[in-house]
């Protein structure tokens, strides 16, 4: 595409050819731009079939980064999300929100709800900037680019990650909003329940606050499934408790399907925790758990040792 320098109203295009083009596109102190032409050796993911489970709002991002490092995915979500049929509670505690001190994030889910109502009630950041935010990972740009900036960011990208940092603090009293999943359909996860107890250890009071729902999937995995069934799976990929339990729940309980000679790939230590009291064999965890790219990065290290 032509430079274009302008000048007052008129604009002058320059034509860059040659090799001469690189050195007027560059700017001081730019890195060497990313390349997709890339040797498929050096793919471990190269032709791997990998399902992955992910619910419709994440698994996009999760989708684009294994097609970019050469796997062929296969998406069944096995969990739906989505708003609660009534904000009534969550927006009174929002009206009412100097009667609290904190509001902690265990997903994002529960950010994009918080700002989704922050907007319904016609409040900005300046309202809120009393009411203290955690978050955990890179769900904390969302805050971020609503103009919120968290006041706690764990190192362990994790809810208990919160609490430990709170507890560093010498934050142990106050009341803390836990915008939470609303369940249907399948047995609550124990990842918020066992936050809100861990905040209430320390000494913090809770107010759980229905921020949106969290169902098990029942249509559209017949494919996913056949191709589990029949071995034509390389890798499976859970990024939550509730995934597993979801795909365990439509198999039947049966588990023995996933410890042959599928790869179990868990994003982080809550999940795979979930996989093992599951009694699954889990053979990949994310030990860069706060985004995908960890994730996936995951992934490859696993086929690099055992191509």
Not at 55 to 79: D, H, K, S
């Amino acid at each position: 595409m032509p430079n274009c320098i302008k000048a007052g109203r008129r604009l002058i295009v320059l034509l860059v050819l040659g090799s001469l083009a690189p050195l007027l596109a560059a700017e001081p102190g730019a890195t060497a731009r990313k390349t997709d032409l890339i040797d498929r050796a050096s793919l471990p993911l190269y032709g791997k079939t990998v399902l992955y489970t992910a619910p419709r709002n994440y698994a996009g991002r999760l989708g684009q980064l294994l097609i970019e490092r050469g796997a062929r995915p296969v998406w069944m979500p096995t969990i739906y999300i989505e708003p609660v049929p009534d904000y009534k509670v969550f927006d009174e505690v929002l009206r009412e929100r100097n009667k609290y001190d904190w509001i902690a994030f265990t997903s994002r889910n529960g950010i994009d709800a918080y700002l989704n109502r922050l907007d319904a009630l016609g409040l900005g950041p300046d309202d809120v900037r009393e009411l203290r935010s955690a978050a955990i990972g890179n769900d904390v740009r969302l805050l971020e680019q609503a103009g919120i900036n968290p006041a706690l960011v764990p190192p362990a990208p994790s809810p208990i990650g919160i609490v430990n940092e709170l507890k560093r603090r010498g934050i142990t009293s106050g009341t803390v909003l836990v915008p939470a999943p609303d369940v249907v359909g399948m047995e609550e996860p124990a990842v918020v329940p066992d936050f809100i107890r861990d905040l209430e250890a320390i000494g913090l009071k809770t107010r759980r606050v229905p921020a949106y729902v969290t169902a098990r999937e029942t249509k559209g995995l017949e494919r996913g499934t056949r191709m589990l069934l029949n071995g034509e799976i390389d890798m499976i990929a859970f990024t939550s408790r509730g995934e597993i339990d979801s795909l365990l729940a439509h198999l039947g309980g049966d588990s023995a399907v996933l410890n042959q000679k599928t790869v179990v790939a868990c994003f982080g230590p809550i999940t795979s925790e979930g996989a093992r009291l599951r009694n699954i064999r889990i053979d990949v965890v994310a030990r860069d758990y706060s985004r995908f790219e960890g994730f996936v990065a995951a992934m490859e290290d696993y086929y690099r040792k055992r191509p």
